[in-house]
């Protein structure tokens, strides 16, 4: 009926299974952006917001989000992962933060889910420990920038 791997032959939603495959190491690394005014962008360069150190709880964020992937997304596996960074980028000129995550593990499937999610989860508390001063920023561009290991091989974004 379809390709999709977490749908089998009657149309039936179900977890891949990866039982037979070895492990191997995988790595993932996704990024995403959050654009703010000028003053909230330097609120948290100066580390004055009054909820405590932004980037710094938007990194803890970020690899508990990584580590709890299968607990928000249905059909992904429970997964031991072996190593989560999360590494914040600064424009000034456009008062925006890029966030860049970096998963590893070894294991029988892929950790693009838990890259993405390290992302969104370290955007989303910027944007909850800054929103009193400013309701109006903008988390985009949230995507996987390549992945290492498994079947597929290896991808990187061409642009």
Known sequence: MSSFTHIDSQG?????????????????VAQGTIAM?????????????????????????GIMGAKRTSDLIPMCHPLNIKHAQIDFFPDLEKSTIRIEASVRIIDQ??????????????????????????????????????????????????S
């Open 109 to 158: 499937t892929g950790v693009e889910m838990e890259a993405l999610t390290a992302v969104s989860v370290a955007a989303l508390t910027i944007y909850d420990m800054c929103k009193a001063t400013d309701r109006e920023m903008t988390i985009s561009d949230i995507c996987l920038l390549e992945k290492a290991g498994g079947k597929s091989g290896a991808f990187t974004r061409s």
């Open 12 to 28: 039936r939603v179900r977890m891949v299974d990866v039982s037979d495959k070895p492990p191997t190491l995988r790595i993932a």
């Open 37 to 61: 005014k000028p003053e909230t962008f330097a609120m948290i360069q100066n580390q004055t917001a009054k909820k405590g150190n932004v980037l710094e709880t938007a990194r803890i964020a």
